[in-house]
């Protein structure tokens, strides 16, 4: 660890994410790539670092992005979502 609090692989995935790909297949061909990792691993390891304070610290533009991300695609699943129970009257 640096002094920002992350480690190499954090880092790592930080600098990738900030690159832009065309293809999300491509994307995934550059993890196992350049990484050595699988997509999942990728993406589990970049999840943990969207809520972290030192990632905010480190690129406050990118996990500021990836925040707003993860805000509507989560408001886009509560849209989609069919109700399972109606309000009573």
Same mark, same amino acid.
């Given at each position: *660890?640096?002094?920002? $609090?992350?480690?190499?692989? /954090?880092?790592? %995935?930080?600098?990738?994410? !900030?690159?832009?790909?065309?293809? +999300?297949?491509?994307?995934?061909?550059? &993890?196992?790539?350049?990484? $050595?990792? !699988?997509?999942?691993?990728?993406?589990? @390891?970049? $999840?943990?670092? %969207?809520? !972290?304070? #030192? #990632? @905010? =610290?480190?690129?406050? *533009?990118? &996990? $500021?992005?990836?925040? =707003? /991300? =993860?805000?509507?695609? %989560?408001?886009?699943?509560?849209?989609? !979502? &069919?109700?399972?129970? =109606?309000? @009573? +009257?």
């Amino acid at each position: *660890m640096d002094g920002d $609090g992350l480690d190499d692989a /954090q880092r790592a %995935v930080l600098a990738f994410e !900030s690159r832009a790909f065309p293809d +999300p297949a491509r994307k995934a061909d550059a &993890i196992r790539a350049e990484l $050595g990792w !699988s997509a999942a691993r990728y993406y589990r @390891l970049l $999840g943990t670092l %969207v809520d !972290s304070p #030192a #990632a @905010l =610290r480190h690129d406050p *533009m990118l &996990i $500021g992005r990836l925040q =707003r /991300q =993860r805000a509507a695609r %989560v408001a886009a699943r509560e849209r989609r !979502s &069919i109700p399972t129970a =109606r309000p @009573l +009257p």
